[in-house]
């Protein structure tokens, strides 16, 4: 339960991480695949697949993350607007 | 109040920049599995490499925008600290503590008196300047903080 109330909260980082673990496997299986083939032209579809779609969803993951930590960095300024409008209302009442 | 750093349309421009890139990645990526010369998969390959471009550039650009988004709105609500509380300080001088520190004439921090950067200089005590311009301490011998107001 803990861990499904984690991932809906911090479902942006999960992400991230899930993007970025496939990101890796996809950059593994590419390398793994052209290791295997003697010939560029077999292995080009390897690069072409594991390898560019590798760096896609690692750069994914990084966008990800960041605009994770960009959101809560958003919602602490959302937290000291409100303090500060709740302050100014006190000081004109 | 909004609750993310981004409007809509960021969000539209990034999914459109997603999927044009993974589309060309998963084009160059099928058009290169059947071409059977490497002379015949270049083209193939340029596709995809040019589709990871797209996507990248459509994530630098929603970054970017949430960076200016955050730090703009930041400096709305947060102005300078440091301007602020040296404004807002008591124009007093610690007798004590400004005794045991000096300061350069017409610098803006204070020093220990045994401070490197005081070395050969004609330093005088914190205690006996004239100005009454606000002082931070050193960086490098961090003597302990004084009330030195404006």
Known sequence: ??????????????GAWACIALGALALLLGWLGVSSHAYPAEQNSYIASGGLLGLFLLGLGGLLWISADLRDEWRKLDAIEQVLADREASTER | VTSSPWRLGDLVSLVAALAAGLAAIVAGWIGVSGEP????????LNVGIG??????IGVAVWLMTGRRAVGERRRHLLPDVAATLAASAPATVDDDAAEALV??????????????????KKAMPLGRRRSRR???P???CEPDPIEVGA
């Open chain 1, 1 to 14: 339960m803990a861990f499904l109330n984690y991932v809906r909260n911090q479902w942006d980082r999960v």
């Open chain 2, 134 to 136: 606000a002082l931070a």
């Open chain 2, 103 to 120: 300061v350069l004439p017409g610098m803006t921090r204070y020093h220990r008196p045994t401070c490197e950067l005081m070395a050969g």
């Open chain 2, 138 to 140: 050193c960086g490098v």
């Open chain 2, 37 to 44: 010369t490497t002379s015949q998969q270049t083209a193939w």
């Open chain 2, 51 to 56: 589709g990871l471009v797209v996507a990248g």
